[in-house]
């Protein structure tokens, strides 16, 4: 199948705004894609490559991409880079170069789907001395033989800069249509395995009985089952049906371990493979899981040299470091709390209920210093609950979650089977969709930032105020740096920003507000985090503020 075709889709992706018409095109196309590309199509309509768990990356920057060009088509870097002042847009000017190309290939070919894609993976799996020279070959090779309206598109493939609108809802709903099965099962299949791919190719092959047939499967991540937050400890009780496991709420970051035979792999909470950054966890899983196969979850608690837990962001250190990692493991020790069990040789433990997976979690942990198991409490009684929750408190952790015993596991939904009790108020993780240019000797760095909600109906950030505190001078300089090549449009000092950084903010109060098309407000929000540990579809939603909203009514009537 021609590249072209999969050029015109994103085109006319970007040309409408229409959640159903997005759909149909999606859709239309995935049925004449054929069957032996349904495994990476999907993710070449999100605009990646890879699925978020896959450790490949492309490793292509602007700049490599851009000498690419230039050796393709014969035109000067520097006239290409110079040319985005006039388009706005990288992508566009490689397209603009391509079409005044001066070389044209005499064997030129057209692109396939099929060859973009695996020049793609090749890209990414050439590694190591010379590489970089490598990838600018590959790439040349295909602008070379690449239309513009293709090189356009290739271009944004490549730097993650695809603007269609198409999110996982979205790619959801259209398998669905294209294949004429239930959203349903395609949502629980994707929830099992959050691979696409795999999914697409069910749906076509094997339809709605095909797709209830999933399960999990060891190396693909299943989307991590959430909770929402109680007012206390006896609302709760309540809600759990009088009885419950309160758990310590440890403050570190979520991961989920799949043990195959000697093969570990750990997946951060947007399932991203993390295992490389932390082998002295993946060495002690070994020791400690006794299971040949399992998938378990826990969260990985960074420690301080007093023995308390340190708040998360030095485990997100711990797993952006690359290099140095022997050093890192001395300087920020973590330690494992698991909590969960999803499979145990060949079982899948989803359907079970949560007090029998505790059981068997207990059976197959033999525990050592860097992996325990979550500290727990089953009781009725709210006085037994809030000692345990004063106690939690105490030695620094951030306060309990309630689980409901004879819940089954729920993949990707925040619903009321886990609830999480913590004196704030919860922080919201919003992204950033625009900004303004700060003022005299600030005017070079963007100052406040606009926070967007996340709308899955839609697909959409809705705007729920502005946040300018609570960023220290170096901060501001960090998120100008990352949000410039995000910028879309400029006018004065405002620009709008492509939704992909997620921060985190406290704020005084959630406000209703006419104002905003999302109808609310954050009055006083304040920076707190970067959350690299959340891609913009896991930002807080509009569903979410507005629960948010009605606990903070109710917490108010309690004091
Ligand atoms: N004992 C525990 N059981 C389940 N989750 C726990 C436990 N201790 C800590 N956690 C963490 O609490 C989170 C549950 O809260 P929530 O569902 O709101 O997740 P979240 O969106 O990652 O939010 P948060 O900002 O609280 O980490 C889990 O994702 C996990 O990272």
Redesign the pocket.
Known sequence: MRYIELAQLYQKLEKTTMKLIKTRLVADFLKKVPEDHLEFIPYLILGDVFPEWDERELGVGEKLLIKAVSMATGIDSKEIENSVKDTGDLGESIALAVKKRKQKSFFSQPLTIKRVYQTLVKVAETTGEGSQDKKMKYLANLFMDAEPIEAKYIARTVLGTMRTGVAEGLLRDAISLAFNVKVELVERAYMLTSDFGFVAKIAKTEGNDGLAKVTIQIGKPIK??????AANIKEALLEMGGEAEF????????VQVHKDGEKVTIYS?RLENVTRAIPEIVEAIKEALKPTKAIV???LVAIGEDGRPLP?QYVLRRFRRKYNIEEMMEKIPLEL?L??VLYVDGVSLIDTKFMERRKKLEEIVETNGKVKI?ENLITKNVEEAEQFYKRALEMGH?GL?A?RLDAVYEPGN?GKK?L?IKPTM??L?LVIIGAEWGEGRRAHLLGSFILGAYDPETGEFLEVGKVGSGFTDDDLVEFTKMLKPLIIKEEGKRVWIQPKVVI?VTYQEIQKSPKYRSGFALRFPRYVALRED?GPE?ADTIERIAQLYELQERMKGKV
Request: hydrophobic share 30%; proline share 3%; glycine share 6%.
């Open positions: 991590p089952m959430l909770a929402q937050q758990e310590i709420k440890y403050d570190g970051a979520r909470r979850e826990g969260e998360f709390n909590f969960d979550a951030e979650m689980k925040r886990w999480k919860e922080n993780d985190e959340k896991d």
